[in-house]
């Protein structure tokens, strides 16, 4: 007798457990077939229903593998401007793509801001010891060699490149934690850090660094990104200040560059082909030389200088006035 009652058991527990899969497998049917036809559509027409992509998908939809290449030109040869492309040639990631017309280039030229209130002096007057200092350092004169101008090119960009990743990460992670927006800070902060970046990688392609320099490199970074990420937290508008005057201190440097390259006393860089990273990122011409870096690379340090004093003097809450992209001053 037990052994008919656990047969009847284990028959009704079978039973059951087939129920139990029917239904399930119509609710999944009946779930993907709403996800399908509702939740994936923005209008009318299901997801089904849609035309097909252009063309097949990469790997991870959207992804397409770049290549290096000449970029196409328009007619007068310079480069032709496409978000399709970054700097390397291939899909296009980057941030800031700055394209200026020549004669925008030949006429930036260092200005200055009269440092009024208290966080302005003191940004200024930072940025004038770092500035003395490490002139002495490093041995910067009225005229110096090559060698001399790569190696402190290197060095700044390094450092510049800092200020804007930083305070894009201190203002995304205050939008977290206060659940607030951050009214549109952050994405023309990391778009300098971006731009400097870019400096540096393009540098590299005329220098190599040498183990000093490195560690040069490493203990300056190290310093730097610990006390203006502190100070930042501090007061957001003296950090703003101080790099205002830091850019207009590379502003001086890169025009003071141009002077020796037109003097003759660098005659090789007006000559020099400019690199394939900097033709594509600034559109440059096929026969642009290091001249034309140059001048490209002190128009970004224009942009700079003026979008952060203009952050200096705007509470942490106002509306960013840059939309993505800006970099040209009027």
């Known amino acids: 007798m037990l052994r008919a009652s656990l047969t009847s058991v284990s028959g009704l527990l079978a039973r059951n457990a087939a129920s139990v899969s029917i239904i399930r497998n119509e609710f999944v ?33 959207g992804l397409r593998g770049g290549s290096l290449g000449q970029p196409s030109l328009n007619e007068d040869g310079s480069a032709k401007v496409s978000d399709a492309e970054d700097a390397w040639g291939g899909p296009g990631y ?17 200005t200055h801001k009269p440092p009024q209130r208290l966080f302005e002096k003191t940004g200024f007057w930072a940025v004038q010891s770092a500035r003395w200092t490490f002139d002495r350092l490093t041995g910067y004169s009225e005229h110096n060699s090559e060698k001399v101008w790569l190696h402190r090119m290197l060095f700044l960009e390094t450092v510049a490149g800092v200020p ?4 894009g ?18 994405h023309t902060l990391l778009e300098e850090a971006e731009n400097e970046r870019m400096h540096l990688l393009t540098f590299l392609q005329f220098i190599q660094p040498g183990p000093f320099m490195r560690f040069s490199v ?23 200040a101080f790099v205002g005057y830091l850019e207009e201190e590379a502003i001086k440097t890169y025009t003071h560059c141009l002077r020796e390259i037109d003097a003759g006393n660098l005659a090789d ?43 200096s003097q705007m509470k942490a809450s106002d509306e960013n006035p840059f939309v993505p992209g800006t970099h040209q001053i009027s």
């Open 29 to 61: 049917t009946a779930s993907t077939t709403a996800l399908r036809g509702r939740l994936f559509t923005t209008s009318p027409t299901s997801w089904s229903d849609l035309p097909p992509m252009a063309e097949p998908p990469a790997p991870h939809a």
């Open 94 to 110: 980057m941030l800031m793509k700055p394209v200026y017309p020549r004669e925008y280039l030949e006429r930036v030229a260092p």
């Open 164 to 167: 804007g990743f930083v305070a």
């Open 169 to 186: 990460m201190l203002r995304h992670m205050r939008s977290l934690r206060s659940m607030r927006r951050d009214n549109g800070w952050i």
């Open 218 to 240: 490493l203990a300056a970074q190290g310093i730097f990104f610990n006390a203006y990420l502190f100070f930042y937290l501090l007061s957001p508008r003296h950090c703003h």
């Open 269 to 311: 860089w007006d000559k020099r082909p400019a690199p394939l990273i900097a033709r594509n990122y600034w559109h440059l011409a096929p026969d642009a030389t290091m001249r034309d870096v140059i001048l490209n690379v002190r128009a970004d340090e224009a942009c700079h200088s003026y979008v952060n004093h203009t952050f």
